[in-house]
């Protein structure tokens, strides 16, 4: 496995983990994440988000579903369950690496779980 792959697994386990340490160590101080309905977001605000959300989740669960590389550069899918009294989290998540930490992060959240949660 190429050291770029190995960093996406390093970061979906902590999410998994709840590892927020890693989970901020991992991202590049430049990251630009972007999340269906929200946006782009900086690092720090996603680093807060994930703080104050998925890491309240009772489980955590993530599901890589593909992942390529080229050189330093990886994108990877996955499918993400989050379970919070009385609602769930679903999204599918794109990250590039760069230069051996998440340049790039996109986050398409499952419209149907967002629905059914409001």
Do not use: C
């Amino acid at each position: 496995m190429s050291e770029a792959k190995a960093i996406v697994h390093r970061y979906v386990q902590a999410v998994i983990d709840g590892d927020l340490e890693t989970v901020e160590g991992l991202q590049h101080p430049d990251v630009q994440w972007w999340i269906l309905g929200v946006g782009d977001i900086n690092r720090d605000s996603y680093t807060a988000s994930v703080r104050d959300s998925l890491l309240t989740a009772s489980t955590r669960s993530v599901n890589v579903t593909g992942i390529t590389a080229e050189r330093d550069r990886v994108a990877y899918e996955a499918v993400s369950e989050m379970m919070f009294p009385g609602k769930v989290h679903r999204d599918v998540n794109i990250l590039i690496i760069q230069d051996g930490l998440i340049i790039e992060g996109r986050e398409y959240l499952d419209p149907r779980a967002v629905a059914e949660n409001i």
